[in-house]
């Protein structure tokens, strides 16, 4: 069973954003996804646009493309700040984090 239709969303676009509050910065999501995540000089994480530039407002999100949607989960659930959260865009419900039901 792919990662999409476990979470129910196939097809479906998604996105993912970093609660710097509770980002502890091990860097994990960076060794999973760097396509996606990076850790900045103050030493969290954040999430990264199309141009790899760092989007540091609170709540950025970016897009979570297809091809890296399983190393993203794959950062979710080893996140040890329990931090990164995915949700659909189309509603905004999110599908991989700790706010998943």
Known sequence: MSVQQEAGVEGEALEVWIDQ?????????AQYAPEVFELDI???????GADD??????????????????????SVKEC????????????????????TE
């Open 21 to 29: 509050d509770l980002c502890t910065g091990d860097g994990i999501c």
């Open 42 to 48: 103050d030493g969290l994480a954040y999430v990264k």
């Open 53 to 74: 530039e760092l989007l540091q407002s609170p709540g950025a999100a970016t897009p979570v493309p297809l091809p890296l949607l399983t190393d993203v989960v794959d």
């Open 80 to 99: 040890p700040g329990e931090c990164i959260h995915v949700r659909r865009v189309s509603d905004r419900a999110e599908v991989f984090g700790p706010d």
